[in-house]
């Protein structure tokens, strides 16, 4: 697979997206949106790969938002399909079976913060700056950041952000729960890297069901979610994973995980 806009590349049972337009700090038009998507279709069906990290190229920008040509002469329908893109992304995102590690290497703002949100960890060099800047541009943001910020942080730190349009620093964001863990930007990839080791060392099977299941909790009441967490449990129990993984504590060794 060639892309123009994204480096997509897969090593030792791990995908890599890296968004690559540096000169305009990796901002995201209708063009490498349509790449990632295709990169994520790709990933879901292949079996090899048990853990996806996304990133951008250089030491400036993981990604700087919609690219903001986009919004330039437009009709409303265009502009329509161009959010309805960017939730397409960032629901696969969430939506993918295999989790997603973003490792935010500098500025994540608009659209960048708002794909990162849709990851199940986001790791930040100490150099990034997080943040919601469309209010800075007489507009909102529009790749689900109104939802996933309140679910995330609470509503109090999502209206900070998205009504001030100010950045955070790492650290800042670490404190609030926006990211996992910050560290230096020499290290982030490495970082990264160890993360999806930890990961792929688990039941694949496990994996997705758990992803799925805490996703649900977003999207239900709490006793809607404890139904949909005993169905999922029950699915998953008739797994060779966890028939495996049950035995194998019993028997005190390592689990052999087949991914069914
Ligand atoms: N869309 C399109 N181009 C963008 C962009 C975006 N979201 N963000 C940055 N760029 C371009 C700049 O226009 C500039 O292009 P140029 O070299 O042709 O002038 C290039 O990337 C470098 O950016 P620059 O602004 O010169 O870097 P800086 O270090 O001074 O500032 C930022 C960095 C991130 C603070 C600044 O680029 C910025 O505010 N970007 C927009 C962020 C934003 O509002 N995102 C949400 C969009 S809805």
Avoid at 117 to 142: H, V, Y
Avoid at 164 to 184: C, D, R, S, Y
């Amino acid at each position: 697979m060639s892309f123009k806009n994204i480096i997509y590349e897969k090593k030792n049972n791990v995908a890599i997206i890296t968004i690559n337009r540096p000169h305009v700090l990796n901002a995201l038009n209708r063009e490498t949106l349509l790449e990632i998507l295709s990169a994520l279709m790709d990933i879901e069906k292949d079996p090899d790969i048990k853990v996806l990290i996304i990133t951008g190229t250089g030491d400036k920008a993981f990604c700087a938002g919609a690219d903001v040509n986009e919004f330039k002469d437009k009709t409303l329908m265009e502009i329509l399909e161009f959010i309805e893109l960017g939730h397409r992304v960032s629901t696969m995102i969430e939506d993918l079976s295999k989790p997603v590690i973003a490792a935010i290497n500098g500025y994540a703002l608009g659209g960048g913060l708002e794909l990162a949100l849709a990851c199940d960890f986001i790791i930040a060099s100490s150099n990034a700056k997080l943040g919601q800047p469309e209010i800075n541009l007489g507009i909102i943001p529009g790749w689900g950041a109104t939802q996933r910020l309140v679910r995330l942080i609470g509503i109090r730190k999502a209206k900070e952000l998205i009504l001030l349009g100010e950045m955070l620093t790492a650290e800042e964001a670490l404190q609030i729960g926006l990211v996992n863990k910050v560290v230096p930007l020499g290290r982030l990839r490495e970082e990264a890297f160890n993360l999806a080791k930890k990961l792929k060392e688990k039941s694949p099977v496990a994996l997705k069901f758990a992803k799925h299941t805490i996703n649900a909790a977003l999207k239900s009441t709490l006793p809607e979610g404890l139904d949909y967490e005993k169905m999922s449990f029950i699915a998953l129990y008739s797994s060779e994973d966890a028939q495996e993984g049950i035995k194998a504590f019993l028997e005190k060794r390592k689990p052999v995980w087949k991914g069914k």
